[in-house]
């Protein structure tokens, strides 16, 4: 734990947080390497731990911080995922659904080209693909300098994490409460097979999200009325239609209702060409006149902080307005309370290779059902002025992850 490298953008607040957290218990700032330096080739795994000191044969601890919230990588990561970008031999075996076809692929030159447009989803599967070529590459390199190299979260994992059909199965194989399915990714080519499973298993409300988006994005909250067959999307996504191109999407970061089925039908076919999951939409435990669900972060095996997101909208994302309590304030049952924490545990623990993640839990309507979990976000730690026996997240997890590297994944 002395030793720490972090793979991430060094503007971001996750790794702004990290560094400070680490001056605060003693510890020696951790060497960043960008994810821009490491796309362009500006510098390799390798020289950034010899120029760390860290070509010794200690091992010192990896981290892999998010990618987002820099177009720069968003960028490199799509060129990166290309058909025709230079790659070695199982580059693509971290992706869970790997062999299935990207749509309407970027070469590289198309994708290098981008110039960014505020809120633009430019190409989230072919993104992703491009993340899994990095994770594996690294992985790679990481076990030819430090056989035993320590990662708290392992590169695999985090793929898995980061797709939520592969969530729901891993999830589900380990004998965790999630919503149900409502078909696997085959079955849901496009909205008319989306529209008539729905009818035809008679589950008239739904959740359809893109597999790898993050924060909201590419969440629809879907439901048909089954007497009139009348539909309402909830979402962040809008796009621009045009005659001679495929249409633009972007999240607007507001929640919109669509009825039109003009609308919601080029909305679906988009989400399901990149890869969605189809789940039951379930009603969620309430708080006065609005619902909530909880981020719940895990280290070390440990649930530890957690923070209720409480909404009148069915998507409780908090940079979408919804309000911020804590467990407290909810004055939930203190055994609804350890249900919830143990199912995050629980979730964290399908994934042998990791230590970190935030477990979003969803507390059902009855409070007697066992709680679900939704999402596993390896990224998941960002909570703000949310304490842990006095500690913040990043805190917490230097001197929980440091006692004798006991609690680190390998």
Not at 64 to 85: C, S, W
Request: aromatic letters at 8%; a neutral charge.
């Amino acid at each position: 734990m002395e030793r720490m490298i972090v793979i991430g953008n060094p503007e971001n607040r996750r790794t702004a947080s990290l560094q400070r957290a680490r001056e605060r218990v003693g510890l020696p700032p951790a060497v960043v390497v960008p994810y821009l330096d490491l796309l362009r080739n500006h510098i390799s795994l390798t020289e950034a731990a010899e120029q760390g000191g860290m070509l010794d044969g200690i091992p010192p601890l990896l981290r892999l911080d998010a990618p987002g919230e820099n177009f720069d990588v968003e960028r490199e990561l799509i060129a990166l995922g290309a058909p025709d970008a230079a790659r070695d031999e199982g580059d693509d075996r971290l992706l869970p659904f790997g062999g299935r076809d990207d749509p309407q692929p970027m070469s590289v030159r198309a994708a290098s080209a981008l110039m960014e447009q505020r809120g633009r989803l430019y190409h989230p599967s072919q993104w992703f693909r491009g993340y899994g070529r990095l994770l594996a590459r690294l992985e790679r390199e990481a076990g030819a300098i430090w056989p035993t190299a320590g990662w708290l979260n392992a590169p695999r994992d985090i793929a898995g994490m980061f797709d939520k059909r592969s969530t729901h199965n891993v999830l589900k194989a380990a004998g965790v409460s999630v919503p149900r399915r409502l078909a696997s990714p085959e079955a849901l080519p496009d909205y008319d097979a989306l529209y008539d499973t729905m009818r035809d298993a008679r589950l008239h409300r739904i959740f359809l999200k893109l597999a790898v988006g993050s924060g909201a994005c590419g969440v629809v909250a879907y439901q048909i009325n089954p007497h009139s067959g009348a539909e309402l999307a909830t979402t962040t996504l809008a796009f621009d239609s045009f005659i001679s191109k495929p249409p633009q999407f972007y999240n607007v970061l507001k929640l919109r209702r669509y009825t039109d089925r003009a609308v919601i039908r080029p909305i679906v076919n988009w989400l399901l060409k990149h890869g969605a999951h189809a789940e039951q939409w379930v009603a969620k435990a309430a708080y006065g006149d609005r619902t909530f669900d909880i981020r719940q972060l895990v280290v070390g095996g440990e649930a530890c902080h957690s923070i209720a997101r409480v909404s009148r909208t069915p998507i409780t994302n908090l940079h979408l307005r919804s309000e911020r309590m804590s467990m407290e304030e909810l004055s939930l049952p203190q055994l609804v309370q350890e249900n919830m924490r143990k199912c995050a545990e629980a979730a964290l623990a399908a994934y042998p290779s990791s230590s970190v993640a935030g477990i979003d839990v969803l507390i059902g309507k009855d409070l007697r059902q066992p709680p679900s979990v939704v999402d596993v976000n390896p990224f998941g730690d960002l909570l703000y002025n949310v304490a842990y026996q006095g500690m913040d997240a990043y805190e917490w997890q230097m001197r929980r992850l440091g006692s004798g590297r006991r609690d680190i994944a390998r």
